[in-house]
């Protein structure tokens, strides 16, 4: 007798379930996860994995694809990790270094059934390419991707920022220096058209002399200080691509004896642990719901069952930069 049949002799359930509980499926009681996985350590039952994903048709296994890891993206991988283990999948992180060939690979390990599906965290490769693959499986973008060529659950950052430039404008800061990302990026762009419309609206000069860009880190963010203080004319308020940026502008100007926020008022983006340690008014960015949401959009097609998500909103928090 094999131990896939003592399990079921011992256990009393059926083949289906006991299939249900070694493929990790969420479709069982906990009753009988409990008592066909005691049988398992038991026997000291291994599931041949080969043999489970020529059953499923699943090699439950997802792949990341990202052009690098770094702070803010490794908050979502991490959550979104998470979240797969807790239905079954595992993850295999694609880093392409920003190599087309290299990122290529993960869209041909889909192709061929090597992994169930993709999360796209970024991407170099032209979205109306990469849309091909998506006849061989479920892909899913956190990477804004525009024109609807694969699915995306990326917010539009444009929402967040018009929050900071509300509150800027409030407490009379009207002459706002930006601190963007990628330059050719659609969330650069959102926030650049925020900002353009925001203060035409109110009748506010329009600043973009003092547009930097790719500016990501905080040592980035030190040299794009340094540069605003070269430029001549200092802003009353700067706004950063994210918390790390800030960061390395409130250290900047500290070094150059400039009072932050009587002189320079600053504010983050993304809320990050070191954001509230450090008292840095930011945008809260909702990172590791966004990242849950992503998993849900493949598990429409994996797990064929769609999950009920919520609508996902930025906050502003103002600490002691502003």
Known sequence: MSKFDEIMKRSGYSRATVSRVINRSRHVSDEARRIITDIMNELDYIPNRNAVSLSTGQTKQIGIVTAMIDELSLTFINQFMDTAMDYGFQTIVYMSRSDKQIELQAFEDLRSKRVDGLLIVTCVNDPIELKAYMQYGPIVSWQRMGNDEIPSIAMDQAQGYRLALDH?????????????????????RSRREAYETFMSSKGLPVWREAYQYSVFTSSDGEAAMRRLLEGGEMPQAVLCSNDYAAIGILCEARRQHIRVPEQLA????????????????????????????????????????ELPTESLEYHFIERSTT
């Open 266 to 305: 600053i504010v983050g983006f993304d809320d990050i642990e070191l954001s509230r340690v450090l008292e840095l008014t930011t945008i809260h960015n909702p990172i590791a719901e966004q990242a849950k949401q992503a998993f849900y959009h493949l598990w429409k097609v994996l797990g064929k069952e």
């Open 168 to 188: 800027l404008v409030s407490k009379g800061y009207t002459r706002i220096a930006n601190i963007f990302g990628r330059k050719s990026s659609l969330n650069t």
